[in-house]
């Protein structure tokens, strides 16, 4: 049935890359776009698991009929509150149940979540949100003891485009703020969007190279694709209990196999407030947890955790695979789960923009141990080349780029970028450097880009550099990697100072924090020097700044 209001586009189709259509009618031949919706896959799911449970948080406990009758009951009020077909929304939600009833109520209504994670501030924010041009807001009251009102009301009044902030939790008494328990109404049918399978149906995040995170628009086809097949990899079914550890707007746990996965096969999701060994193994133990994901070093957490006794007497027995991805999890560590924590290993790598590799249950110990897996579909092209883009040979280290039924073409909004980022003909520019195993399987052996990965934490360089050269004593500044048994890897800010009035390390970092930057991205170390190393056309060399150990005038 049409519904009653204009049919819209949901995104003007000059704001991204959508498929060439021959490339759009080969994956639709092959299976694998099949025109499913966000909209009518809970529809369906609801129909055929009515009654079992979907989402386990605490008391809080819905079956998949009640999911599908909250989705309707927000998407009506959310579209009396004004949020209509093509609006985009940021969603700045950590793990509470209220996620999963928000985002199918904006897919109900054909409007766009835009993801943000819930570590983000008011600077991440107000990129996304001025973007994407969103008109609303969702966010919680508070997180822990930071104040979410406050910096929501502040984002408003920064983004014209934005009418609405609402809140999940007591929206207190700061002005203009509704409360999503406010909004629940009576279904009302005629709200109801039918997008077309081929639109943008959200968007997720881009680590960030280059400038700012860009926006990556995901469409209910292509997505939906993944999401069945992943679940299918990893032998998703009704019996699946899942934990989301991580924070489950990010893609992985979104979508690999992810809450969606689960949705798909009829399992539960038990979204967990935090990923600590002492929150995670407790629901584990209670809720019977057969799967869930995280980055390496909550996995080694987990595992210290168990070994070192704080957690050792928890019934994991349950826990069938541990997925971790993100980042690099070093072999020695991988070697580790299945003897401390009784269950099988799954290595995934992934990005949002679409590439996901996951190893295979029936692969032998040693190659899941040792590489990153292999990608979902036949139909996922993979290159490996060198730094003019031809091949090397094979199993040696070089870029890899993709293309495949669920990659995206390009950014939102940065044809510019676009241009960089990914090849003539279509390849998306990982800025990973893999090398293929004789198994088939790919192994992440480094990176290209100007990124850090801080425990699965993405951290784009210049998008530091640029907060710190905002500082009126910093003349230029450069964000390299240390290596950290933990996280893999520590950002270490250099920093050149201008003539006149020395800052101290603790007010540069104050500066940033006061910038209203995700705590993540704040350097773990900062050192001043005199002058950065250069290459030999005159560059900052990353490489030889990296190399530094010992720094002149150093304040660390
Ligand atoms: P993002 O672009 O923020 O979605 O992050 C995706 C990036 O995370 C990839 O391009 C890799 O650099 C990194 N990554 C994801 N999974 C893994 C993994 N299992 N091993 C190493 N790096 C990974
Ligand atoms: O790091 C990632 O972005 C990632 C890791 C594993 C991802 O997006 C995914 C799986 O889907």
Redesign the pocket.
């Known amino acids: 049935m049409t519904p009653a209001h204009d049919r819209r586009r949901t995104i003007d189709p000059a704001d991204w890359t959508p498929w060439p259509q021959e490339l759009a009618d080969a994956y639709r031949e092959a299976g694998y776009w099949t025109g499913e919706t966000f909209p009518a896959f809970l529809r369906e799911r609801a129909a055929r698991f009515a009654d079992r449970t979907a989402v386990a948080a605490g008391r809080t406990r819905w079956t998949y009929a009640e999911l599908d009758r909250r989705a309707d009951a927000l998407a009506t009020g959310l579209a009396r509150l004004g949020v209509a077909e093509g609006d985009r929304v940021v969603l700045h939600l950590p793990n509470v149940p209220e996620v999963f009833e928000v985002v199918f109520a904006l897919f109900r209504l054909g409007a766009l979540p835009v993801y943000a994670l819930p570590a983000h501030r008011r600077s991440e924010l107000l990129h996304l949100a001025g973007t994407a041009e969103a008109v609303a807001l969702i966010t919680t009251d508070t997180q822990g003891s930071f104040d979410c009102r406050a910096m929501a009301a502040q984002v408003r009044e920064q983004v014209p485009a934005l009418e609405h902030v609402v809140i999940v939790g007591d929206p207190g008494d700061t002005d203009g703020l509704t409360a999503l328990a406010d909004l629940r109404a009576e279904p009302d049918p005629t709200v109801l969007a039918e997008p077309d399978p081929g639109d943008v149906a959200f968007f997720?995040?881009?680590?960030g190279t280059t400038g700012l995170p860009k926006l990556i628009p995901r469409t209910h086809d292509e997505y939906l694709y993944s999401v069945r097949a992943s679940a299918d990899i990893c032998g998703l079914d009704p019996d699946t209990v899942y934990l989301g550890a991580l924070p489950v707007t990010h893609?992985f746990p979104m979508s690999s196999p992810g809450f969606l996965g689960v949705f798909h096969a009829g399992g539960v999701v038990v979204p967990a407030p935090d990923p600590s060994p002492a929150t995670c193994l407790d629901l584990i133990e209670r809720e019977r947890v057969t799967v869930t994901a995280v980055v390496p070093p909550v996995a080694m957490l987990w595992m210290d955790a168990v070994e070192r006794g704080s957690q050792a007497d928890r019934d994991l027995s349950s826990l069938r695979v541990l997925q971790?991805?993100?980042?690099?999890?070093p072999a020695q560590a991988a070697r580790r789960v299945t003897p401390v924590l009784g269950c099988a290993l799954q290595?995934?790598?992934?990005?949002?923009?679409g590439l996901v590799n996951y190893t295979r249950y029936d692969d032998p110990d040693e190659v899941v141990t040792t590489t990153?897996g292999r990608p979902i579909s036949a139909h996922d092209e993979i290159l490996v080349v060198d730094d003019v883009d031809r091949p090397v040979p094979e199993g040696d280290p070089g870029h890899l780029l993709t293309r495949g039924p669920y990659t995206i073409r390009g950014y939102y909004k940065a044809h510019d970028h676009d241009k960089s980022a990914f090849t003539a003909d279509g390849f998306y520019r990982?800025?990973?450097i893999v090398r293929r195993h004789p198994s088939g399987n790919l192994v992440?052996s480094g990176?290209a880009?100007d990124?850090i990965?801080r425990g699965?934490e993405?951290i784009g360089a210049e998008e530091v550099e640029n907060h710190l050269l905002a500082h009126p004593a910093v003349h230029d500044a450069s964000i390299v990697a240390v290596p950290d048994p933990y996280l893999g890897e520590r950002t270490h800010a250099y920093v050149i100072t201008r003539d006149g009035p020395q800052p101290t390390r603790s007010e540069v970092l104050a500066f940033l924090r006061g910038r209203g930057l995700a705590a993540y991205k704040i350097p773990d170390r900062v050192s001043f020097v005199d002058a950065f190393p250069a290459t030999a056309v005159g560059k900052t060399s990353k490489r030889d700044l990296r190399a530094t150990r010992t720094t002149s005038g150093t304040d660390e």
């Open positions: 997720q995040l881009s680590g893609n971790v991805g993100g980042a690099t999890f290595q995934v790598f992934g990005m949002a923009e990153q990982t800025g990973d992440v990176r880009k990124q990965n699965g993405k």
